[in-house]
């Protein structure tokens, strides 16, 4: 009944706003469990005989209560295996996990529970042993589960087609952009670094949001201008032009053309340099948008 509601109301969201509604967000949560490993005196009795383990042994501060107290506290509840240990806003719990997807309206698109089922249909994904830090594992475990998801919410819904992804940094990965940016079709995607950029020798230098720059002044970056080039990828390439260059408009002919006005122009063309970059190369660095820019 719910997919029934999610296809008949998605042409009214896109009434509502077209560009919200083309956008995909996704999360993962939990639904916090009744069971014993929930109660905070469960958490506090190992964190405290943790505590006492260090001081006794002298260990310095590169041991972390914390972390080994998440290490040595069981995956799963014992009553439910389904009811896994989860590490939500800075607190451990015991909770049934799921992949939740919205729209840019805020409305719910799917909601898929990681239980027995859907590892079943979803054979590829490797449940690994649980390292000593939550943060990673929450991000190991985020970046799995997205792909599953939205093939299984795309069968679902064959006409749903999004243009704009919006995910956490957990999701910054080669593999998650290329199913995104070229399998999916999405056109943009944007998801924070987990890691800088690194920046390959060119002969306009890159910054740290991997837009090219000027040759005589590095902290001036090249303004990006639209192209309409498309590669067999589909993704177009990205046109940067000389930061000084304007459109100067010539009454006689009444045409435009570009003139740079550096006073230590780097290139003899009269409009300054170019520079295109194929996204498709890259695409961590270019994920259908410039990284950085105002949009």
């Not at 209560?65 to 799963?76: E, Q, R």
């Not at 439910?80 to 806003?89: K, L, S, T, V």
């Amino acid at each position: 009944m719910f997919d029934n509601l999610v296809d008949i109301t998605e042409p009214i969201c896109q009434q509502i706003n077209e560009n919200l509604a083309s956008m995909t967000i996704f999360d993962t949560s939990g639904l916090e469990a009744f069971v014993t490993e929930n109660n905070p005196k469960y958490a506090n009795r190992i964190i405290k005989q943790l505590k006492t383990f260090k001081k006794i042994k002298g260990l310095d501060d590169y041991y972390d209560p914390y972390k080994a107290a998440y290490g040595a506290m069981p995956s799963h509840a014992d009553v439910n295996p389904a009811i896994q240990q989860m590490y939500i806003n800075g607190h451990f719990c015991y909770a049934f996990k799921f992949g939740i997807i919205t729209n840019g309206l805020g409305i719910i698109r799917d909601i898929s529970f990681y239980n027995k089922d859907f590892l079943k249909a979803h054979p590829d994904i490797v449940v690994e042993k649980k390292s000593d830090s939550p943060d990673e594992d929450k991000s190991l475990g985020d970046a799995k589960a997205l792909i599953p998801v939205l093939k299984d919410f795309f069968e679902k819904h064959p006409l749903i087609n999004p243009k704009t992804f919006l995910g956490d940094a957990a999701f910054d990965s080669i593999e998650i952009y290329r199913y995104l940016l070229q399998e999916v079709k999405f056109e943009k995607a944007y998801i924070p670094l987990k890691t800088k950029l690194a920046s390959k020798e060119s002969d306009c230098p890159l910054n740290e949001d991997g837009i090219p720059c000027c040759p005589n002044d590095h902290s001036l970056p090249m303004k990006r201008e639209g192209s309409k080039t498309h590669l067999r990828s589909g993704i177009p390439t990205m046109k940067f032009v000389c930061p000084k260059m304007k459109w100067v408009y010539n009454k006689e002919t009444k045409k435009s053309r570009q003139v740079t006005l550096c006073e230590n122009p780097c290139t003899n063309s009269s409009c300054g340099r170019m520079f295109y970059i194929y996204p498709e190369k890259n695409l961590r660095s270019y994920p259908g948008t410039t990284r950085g820019s105002e949009e």
